[in-house]
């Protein structure tokens, strides 16, 4: 079930020397722990002595500013462990996701949850997971987060050659520490094969075909307005046909919108508001995964959700 997740584990088995080692995993975003879950799970496997810990992170607001500090911690069940632990674990691995630290408009870091703090408070190898499908691609690669990273796995040789020649130019040679294995969002994409439809979701879904309807981030920001009207036709055209409809915004919409297109909070509120009166399940939770196993059918964005999907085999297609 997980065979990226165990390539991945076999590799820092044989980097270490032995499965005898302390890794922790720092996720910021819920939703974006599938890029993780199945590292962490075959370490389990393993006896390897591993651990979850969420780390909060800054909401940003219009003008690259802080708005306040979240967390998701709570998100993540009986796995999460208090971040604080991290001194008295001492780790041998800690594994990222996050490649922006203080350069994204949308979340920041904290400054001790940056790469090289990290590094230099604990001592340990940074083992980088991107949340992202095709983080290999030039201003994906080229964030302050991955500098300072001892190994990469990446989801395809292409993105992995594009990395290391993306650092190259930077003066950072990466050759021999990134890897190629496939992401580990598959593993977690393979899981939701099998439909389970949440209660709350039940008496709107029924017997009905369901069409999942996914936003990114950059395709909203490139021309909201014009994504607004395309979301809308694609959820009433699915409706008109007879499917049940789950609309699942970016986890990050909201704060992306209030931090970088704050004119337009107004016109993504009215669609929510007209998609509830159409009956279509508003899907803003972290939990990725009951969208993904509920749904039959795939329209998106160009996105890692796409990404994934495509890997299921179920029918999709590309929202242009």
Known sequence: MNEIGRKIVDKLIELYGSADFKIAFLPYKRSMWNSMESVYEECKTSGIDAHCMPIPYIRMKEGHQGDYLDTDKFLFGDIAEPVECLDDLNPDFIAIHYQYEDKNRVTNMLPKYFTKALKDR??????????????????????????????????????????????????????????????????????????????????????????????????????PYQRIILYTQAAKNEINIGNAV???????????????????????????????????????????????????????????????????????????
């Open 246 to 320: 789950i609309f699942r915004p970016h986890p990050l919409l909201r704060t992306t919108i209030k931090s970088m297109r704050p004119e337009t909070g107004w016109r993504y509120e009215q669609m929510c508001r007209e998609f509830k009166e159409l009956g279509v399940i508003v899907d803003e939770s972290e939990y990725l995964e009951r969208a993904m196993s509920a749904a039959d059918i795939l329209v998106s964005d160009p996105s890692s959700v796409l990404a994934m999907w495509r890997d299921t085999g179920k029918p999709w297609r590309e929202l242009v």
């Open 122 to 223: 604990y001592n340990c190898k940074i083992v980088y997971l991107p949340y992202g499908i095709g983080s290999g691609k030039g201003g994906f690669a080229i964030q302050p987060g991955c500098r300072y990273v001892d190994y990469a796995f990446l989801e395809d040789q292409n993105n992995a050659d594009r990395f290391i020649a993306a650092w190259l130019t930077q003066g950072v040679n990466f050759s021999g520490r990134v890897f190629a294995f496939g992401s580990p969002k598959f593993d977690a994409a393979h899981k939701t094969i099998e439909k389970i439809v949440p209660d709350e979701w039940a008496d709107i879904i029924k017997d009905k075909s369901v069409t999942l309807i996914v936003n990114s981030l950059g395709a909203y920001l490139s021309n």
